[in-house]
């Protein structure tokens, strides 16, 4: 049963870098054909796809955050990463990693971290 987690600081400041890590257990990220994707939703607020990683590592970013986003992978820690440049307290939300079975999209919940709570604030 492949398991995601996700980690990282719960607070981070404005115009600070936002990382974040999910380590995946039970399978591997290199596995074809899965996207590891991260997506958000900040309080109110929708869902929202924000980026991925691929089974052969290529990566994939929402338009809106493609400046800010950056997406990699560690194969031999089985984890993958977020990074959020330039953050805003806009960008406080919660943070889930989630396997997908395509890109940019909102996958069914089956294999989804549970979730990290990011504040932005001073």
């Known amino acids: 049963q492949v398991q995601l987690q996700e980690s990282g600081p719960g607070l981070v400041k404005p115009s600070q870098t936002l990382s974040l890590s999910c380590t995946v257990s039970?399978?591997?990220?290199?596995?074809?054909?899965?996207?590891w994707s991260w997506i958000r939703q900040p309080p109110g607020k929708e869902l929202e796809w924000m980026g991925a990683?691929?089974?052969?590592?290529?990566?994939y970013y929402s338009p809106s955050l493609k400046s800010r986003t950056s997406i990699s992978r560690d194969t031999s820690r089985n984890q993958f990463t977020l990074q959020l440049s330039s953050v805003t307290p806009e960008d406080t939300a919660v943070y889930y990693c989630?396997?997908?079975?395509?890109?940019?999209?909102?996958?069914?919940?089956?294999?989804w971290g549970q979730g990290t709570q990011v504040t932005v604030s001073s």
């Open positions: 039970g399978g591997s990220i290199t596995t074809n054909y899965y996207y």
């Open positions: 990683i691929d089974y052969s590592g290529v990566t």
């Open positions: 989630a396997r997908a079975n395509s890109v940019a999209t909102i996958p069914p919940r089956d294999y």
